[in-house]
């Protein structure tokens, strides 16, 4: 990919525009989840996860890829659940190394969660997966957060 950085700067403008823009917001979000997936070729699956504290499971929300079976996911369970757990982001560069994992797909090599915050409560999480191994570094974090903070407060 040509520099990440400049990617991701153009993309977090495009996903400004899309959530200051007209409409409800799960069809925004199906809108940056294809958009992510479409432009950055290491993100094979870009997905939402909605939940709470209250009841401590993720629900699949809006998502861009093949569907998936873990539709619904409890805190601490796979990846997604550990960090809704830590409310922090959690990266995963190889999959076949994280025991607590709960497969998509056999072609999934890395994973990427960051959690969606509205007044200073986890309300879900951003999920990527990616058939590259090791492909995320401290600008697919920092970029993905910046997307989730711009969203969760619309939530
Ligand atoms: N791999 C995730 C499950 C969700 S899928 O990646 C869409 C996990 O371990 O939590």
Redesign the pocket.
Known sequence: MEDKKQVFDTLMKEIDMILEGPGKIMPKMQAICQLLKDRVPYYD?V?FYLGDDSTRMLELGP?AGEP?V?VK?PFG??????AAERKEPFTVQD?SQEL?????SVL?KA?I?VPLFKDGKIRGEL?I?SHTRGPFTDEDRRFLEQVCVALGPRL
Not at 77 to 82: F, N, T, Y
Request: charged fraction near 15%; proline fraction near 0%; hydrophobic fraction near 35%.
């Open positions: 699956w997905g998502f998936t873990h996911i369970s796979g990846i997604c659940g550990q999959v607590n994992y709960l497969s998509c999934v994973e969660v999920d997966d």
